[in-house]
T-cell receptor
Framework: SQTIHQWPATLVQPVGSPLSLECTVE??????LYWYRQAAGRGLQLLFY??????ISSEVPQNLSASRPQDRQFILSSKKLLLSDSGFYLC????????????FGPGTRLTVL | GEDVEQSLFLSVREGDSSVINCTYT??????LYWYKQEPGAGLQLLTY?????DMKQDQRLTVLLNKKDKHLSLRIADTQTGDSAIYFC???????????FGSGTKLNVKP
């Protein structure tokens, strides 16, 4: 069976500090990978998606970047966090099929102070 | 961009039916989805409907799609307290890798 892990589960960081959130998927190969942000009281915003190693598509211009160094590893980074980066970050994966069911990780709660 | 809109809150009594509504703007949607998010957790797919269908029923869940009005709804029959959660509608477009979610509707079920 497939599982998706995210860490850390919670993170409190000062403004201007760097960020690295990690997501890994087990039990499948060549998944599509996604990073979403869920700000308080708002819906999910697609940040990045990746269809393969080293292939990253960005949905919105922002203070964040993503990388996929391995097939089942997806990393969300920032060089300098802003207050507006606070939120709940969700990683998801899907198979490359027409019905694109997405499987979500448990999320990382990021608070920037 | 693609806009997917939902009302933010819905409150019902246990045993009643709940209807959660969603509107979208992109007519090239291929599949439309309903996801459920329980507190502090990720999302889980509840059901989906292909854009050339009008209705899909799955146990207590009924999805209605009005493609002309770009309106999607989720009806939960005999709503239970365990149904309390945030419900997101989402659409995928011709590029199946892209997903757009609504803001989520928080369903509160009162005993």
């Amino acid at each position: 069976s497939q599982t998706i892990h995210q860490w850390p589960a919670t993170l409190v960081q000062p403004v201007g500090s760097p960020l690295s959130l990690e997501c890994t998927v087990e039990g499948t190969s060549n998944p599509n990978l996604y990073w979403y942000r869920q700000a308080a009281g708002r819906g999910l915003q697609l940040l990045f998606y990746s269809v393969g190693i080293g292939q990253i598509s960005s949905e919105v211009p922002q203070n964040l970047s993503a990388s996929r160094p391995q097939d089942r590893q997806f990393i969300l980074s920032s060089k300098k966090l802003l207050l507006s980066d606070s939120g709940f970050y969700l990683c998801a994966w899907s198979r490359d099929r027409e019905v694109n069911e997405q499987f979500f990780g448990p999320g990382t709660r990021l608070t920037v102070l | 961009g693609e806009d997917v809109e939902q009302s933010l809150f819905l409150s019902v009594r246990e045993g009643d039916s709940s209807v959660i509504n969603c509107t979208y703007t992109d007519s090239s949607s291929t599949y439309l989805y309903w996801y459920k998010q329980e507190p502090g957790a990720g999302l889980q797919l509840l059901t989906y409907i292909f854009s050339n269908m009008d209705m899909k029923q799955d146990q207590r869940l009924t999805v209605l799609l009005n493609k002309k009005d770009k309106h999607l709804s989720l009806r939960i029959a005999d709503t239970q307290t365990g149904d309390s959660a945030i419900y997101f509608c989402a659409e995928s477009l011709y590029n199946f890798n892209k997903f757009y979610f609504g803001s989520g509707t928080k369903l509160n079920v009162k005993p």
